[in-house]
């Protein structure tokens, strides 16, 4: 099973990024798909998970109003749009896979994509 993170970058604070999440169609049926980051030193955190069907979503506090999950399951992909954003959303973002929904511990979730970074700066 594997997930493929991409579309991190550098970016100047206020603006916009949109990651990706792939998956072969096998690993995403059926499973929620979450969002996580990790700054440097710090722990990993929730992001937000979008369910399988219906499209529900589930966001932390910092990340309504500002970042939004989708899918198409056509493509096998998930994506996190972030707007608005700060430099304190610096962090490698990683994308994984649960059949909890919903769920915001890392713990539950199966498979884990290798991360992308994103970097906001002020």
């Known amino acids: 099973v594997q997930l493929q993170a991409s579309g991190g970058g550098l970016v100047q604070a206020g603006g916009s990024l949109r990651l990706s999440c792939a998956a072969s169609a096998s690993t995403f049926s059926g499973y929620a798909v979450g969002w996580f980051r990790q700054a440097l030193g710090k722990e990993r955190e929730f992001v937000g998970s979008?369910?399988?069907?219906?499209?529900?979503?589930y966001y932390t506090d910092f990340a309504k109003g500002r970042f939004t999950i989708s899918r198409d399951n056509a493509r096998n992909t998930v994506y996190l749009q972030m707007d608005s954003l700060k430099s304190e959303d610096t962090a490698v973002y990683y994308c994984?896979?649960?059949?909890?929904?919903?769920?915001?511990?890392?713990?539950?979730?199966?498979?884990w994509g290798q991360g992308t970074q994103v970097t906001v700066s002020s």
């Open positions: 979008i369910s399988w069907v219906p499209d529900s979503t």
């Open positions: 994984a896979v649960t059949d909890i929904w919903p769920s915001i511990r890392s713990s539950t979730y199966d498979y």
